[in-house]
């Protein structure tokens, strides 16, 4: 069925010094939710193009369900595609705009009837059938679009920044009707988006791309936990992880993370990833979640070995919880708190840092120190 290999693929645009995608190399399942994110530029839409026929492949090969694809042109390719204009033809109504593919494809005119009704009373946009374009919602508009794509029944649906244009409230609504239709049609998805918050949510497995390069592949889950590097620690997570610099310090058989502000003891399992980083000389950067960030008082007394001084800067009220940005050193750590602390701008106060929850970045590549110990064995 909709089972896509991509085979070393490159993409050069004439004039462009690097290659706009670079060696993406990658095996979706069929049935999969796959998710490409990364900032703008980063070759999102390209891969797609690629993959839809829109685009030529540079080198390398694409397959869906195990057929050469690189010289089949996008009608032929078993696919439906949805873009963030929803390109409908205004002078049509929606039941046409629904139904074109297929009449092009010589589908039965019962057959089509079919479809479009039943694509119709998934989407709840049955009322608005015989309606123009033009006197729908920007909601009820993606929903025509997204329907259109639906009627194909293809193998592999493609969908780039669908909901870039439909306002905060429309967009979780919508987000959550696209996996409630992956997860009943169960047909493979492959989804754009530079939103961490839509990958987050709607994909089973997450690409993150930064200039070409695919950094990780992983469900949303571990991509959280276990990001292999300093990018996607800092692009996947909101607010952000909060990175400090030091260096990994061994006294009497213990391990301390270390710079001018703090000297942490870190626990024993982080020992077969950092043993070799153990040198003033060698920089690393220590990543550490909001959420892992204490101020409250239980934590400080949970935790005495794991507290550092902090100037408190600001704070912003969430509602249901409270971020703290705390000086300390260089730049602001900032501590996700309960909502109601008391804790206010100008307090010095102590803030724990988990050290059993945090990540060690390699100061120069910026790779995680254990993915690093992961290839050296
Ligand atoms: P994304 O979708 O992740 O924002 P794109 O795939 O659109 O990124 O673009 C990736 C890179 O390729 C960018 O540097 C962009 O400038 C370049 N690019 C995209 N389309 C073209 C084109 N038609 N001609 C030349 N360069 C292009
Ligand atoms: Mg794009």
């Known amino acids: 069925m909709g089972s896509i290999t991509f085979d070393h693929v490159y993409k050069y645009y004439k004039g462009e010094a690097r290659p706009?995608?670079?060696?993406?190399?990658?095996?979706?399942?069929?049935?999969?939710?796959?998710?490409?994110?990364?900032?703008?530029?980063?070759?999102?839409?390209?891969?797609?193009r690629m993959l839809a026929g829109l685009e030529e492949v540079s080198q390398g090969e694409i397959h869906i369900d195990g057929k050469f694809m690189?010289?089949?042109?996008?009608?032929?390719?078993?696919?439906?595609?949805?873009?963030?204009?929803?390109?409908?033809?205004?002078?049509?109504?929606?039941?046409?705009?629904?139904?074109l593919g297929l009449q092009l494809h010589k589908v039965a005119k019962h057959e089509i009837e079919l479809r479009v009704n039943r694509a119709a009373k998934m989407l709840e946009i049955s009322h608005v059938l015989?309606?123009?374009?033009?006197?729908?919602?920007?909601?009820?508009?993606?929903?025509?679009?997204?329907?259109?794509?639906l009627v194909r029944e293809p193998?592999?649906?493609?969908?780039?920044?669908?909901?870039?244009?439909?306002d905060a409230k429309l967009r979780t609504q919508t987000r959550m009707e696209i996996s409630k239709l992956h997860s009943q049609l169960k047909t493979?998805?492959?989804?754009?988006?530079?939103?961490q918050t839509e990958a987050m949510t709607m994909g089973t497995r997450i690409v993150v791309m930064k200039q070409g390069d695919i950094q990780q592949v992983a469900p949303p889950q571990q991509l959280y936990d276990e990001p292999a590097n300093l990018f996607v620690a800092g692009f996947i997570g909101s607010p952000q992880m909060n990175f400090i610099e030091g260096a990994i310090v061994s006294i009497d058989g213990e391990y301390y993370f270390e710079n001018k502000r703090?000297?942490?003891?870190?626990?024993?399992?982080?020992?077969?990833?950092?043993?070799?980083?153990?040198?003033?000389?060698?920089?690393?950067?220590?990543?550490?979640?909001?959420?892992?960030?204490?101020?409250?008082?239980?934590?400080?007394?949970?935790?005495?070995?794991?507290?550092?001084?902090?100037?408190?800067?600001?704070?912003?009220?969430?509602g249901s919880d409270t971020y703290l940005y705390a000086a300390c050193g260089e730049g602001l750590i900032t501590c996700?708190?309960?909502?109601?602390?008391?804790?206010?701008p100008g307090d010095s106060v102590p803030i724990v840092i988990r050290m059993d929850k945090v990540h060690f970045f390699d100061g120069e590549s910026g790779i995680s120190l254990t993915k690093q110990g992961e290839h050296a064995s």
């Open 20 to 48: 706009s995608v670079n060696d993406f190399h990658l095996e979706v399942a069929d049935g999969e939710f796959l998710v490409l994110v990364g900032p703008s530029g980063c070759g999102k839409s390209t891969t797609l």
């Open 70 to 99: 690189n010289y089949v042109s996008p009608k032929n390719r078993d696919i439906a595609m949805v873009f963030q204009n929803y390109a409908l033809y205004p002078n049509l109504s929606v039941y046409e705009n629904m139904s």
């Open 130 to 149: 015989s309606k123009k374009p033009g006197q729908l919602s920007g909601g009820q508009k993606q929903r025509v679009a997204l329907g259109r794509a």
């Open 155 to 166: 193998q592999v649906f493609l969908m780039d920044e669908p909901l870039s244009n439909l």
């Open 188 to 195: 493979t998805m492959v989804y754009v988006t530079h939103d």
């Open 262 to 318: 703090m000297r942490l003891i870190i626990p024993e399992r982080y020992r077969p990833y950092i043993a070799g980083a153990t040198s003033n000389l060698r920089q690393v950067i220590m990543g550490v979640r909001p959420e892992a960030v204490h101020c409250e008082a239980w934590a400080l007394e949970r935790y005495p070995d794991w507290q550092v001084n902090a100037a408190i800067e600001m704070r912003e009220q969430m």
């Open 336 to 344: 996700r708190t309960e909502a109601l602390t008391g804790i206010r």
